[in-house]
């Protein structure tokens, strides 16, 4: 037998190949695990963040999960009486089952008082209410506020940013300050930003 035939049985039948062979199923058979372990604590990992309203799905996939509409609702942790609710797109497939897919920047929102507005402290114009990975790296959603200080409203924008390329896709909500329940004069905006 040549040597090049003796390599060719040792590359594909030997022993010593079979178990290279195993091997590599191991490791990866792992790491495909712990992405799905990944994937599946990351909701519990959100259990103190936003409080799922509504899933729609868009798109059928067969054996996995499909492409989806997601509402979502939050309160403003830096001022009582306002909550928001905002829409985004998840992927479904392989991808959105391990938690790998990169999500589209499409994102709607709306902000509404549902009480007594009380602000907690100061804050600066464009502060992070509430901030999400929206791919594995590099790609988040935000959620900002600001004070229209003129027509004393809270302004909350939604938007996605990545490290090299964002999107200039977004959306605002306005959320005027208004007297409660009986309640006296309205607190000012303007007086708590810094």
């Known amino acids: 037998m040549t040597s090049a035939a003796m390599t060719s049985d040792d590359q594909h039948g ?17 790491g495909v695990a712990a992405l799905a372990a990944a994937a599946a604590a990351a909701p519990a990992a959100l259990a103190d963040g936003p409080d799922v309203i509504l899933k729609k799905s868009t ?3 067969f054996m996995t999960p499909d492409d989806k509409l997601v509402v979502y609702g939050i309160d403003d942790p830096l001022v009582e009486g306002v909550a928001c609710h905002y829409t985004l797109p998840e992927r ?20 509404n008082q549902i009480g007594p507005i009380a602000i907690k402290e ?3 114009q464009g502060d992070v209410v509430f901030s999400e990975r929206r791919s594995l790296i590099f790609k988040k959603m935000q959620i900002v506020r600001a004070c229209d200080a003129k027509r004393n409203t809270l302004v909350y924008l939604v938007y996605s940013d990545r490290l090299i390329e964002g999107s200039p896709q977004n959306a605002t909500a306005a959320v005027p300050i208004a007297p409660w329940g009986g309640q006296g004069a309205p607190v000012k905006c303007a007086d708590w930003v810094k």
Do not use: H, N, Q, Y
């Open 92 to 111: 479904g497939g392989v991808k959105g089952m391990l938690g790998v897919a990169e999500e589209v920047s499409d994102i709607s929102l709306a902000c």
């Open 59 to 61: 798109v059928w996939k």
């Open 14 to 30: 030997s022993p010593a190949a079979r178990r290279r062979g195993w091997t590599t199923l191991r490791v990866l058979a792992a």
């Open 122 to 124: 100061k804050f600066t």
